[in-house]
């Protein structure tokens, strides 16, 4: 049984700092990307940053660009999303997820399904 499953998320004042965290089991992600996904609420849910499964490509959403960083440690099958400066309309469900794909086409994709595999997401709230 494939499972993501994701932590670190919570409260957090503008302007703070937060590190989600998701680790894979299952089976061996070294050959998958990795990313992260948010839905705000009564939003849809939409792409955030990827990870190659080498760790040399990563990819953003402008609006995170520079105050977002996405890594990945494949020994532990766990990527992170290291989130700085954070705003209020930074608040939604982050939701990890994996797939066979390129990292670039996580960006890319009509709709957050075409991808693999989800976690059960994280709430992250940023208060102004």
């Known amino acids: 049984q494939v499972h993501l499953e994701e932590s670190g998320g919570g409260l957090v004042q503008a302007g703070g700092s937060l590190r989600l965290s998701c680790a894979a089991s299952?089976?061996?992600?070294?050959?998958?990307?990795m990313g992260w996904f948010r839905q705000a609420p009564g939003k849809e849910r939409e792409f955030v940053a990827s990870?190659?499964?080498?760790?040399?490509?990563?990819y953003y959403t402008d609006s995170v660009k520079g105050r977002f960083t996405i890594s990945r440690d494949n020994a532990k099958n766990t990527v992170y999303l290291q989130m700085n400066n954070l705003k209020p309309e930074d608040t939604a469900v982050y939701y990890c997820t994996a797939d066979r794909n390129t990292a670039q086409a996580f960006g890319m994709v009509p709709a957050y399904w075409y991808l693999e595999l989800w976690g059960q997401g994280t709430l992250v709230t940023v208060s102004s």
């Open positions: 299952g089976r061996t992600f070294s050959n998958y990307a």
């Open positions: 990870i190659s499964w080498r760790d040399d490509d990563t």
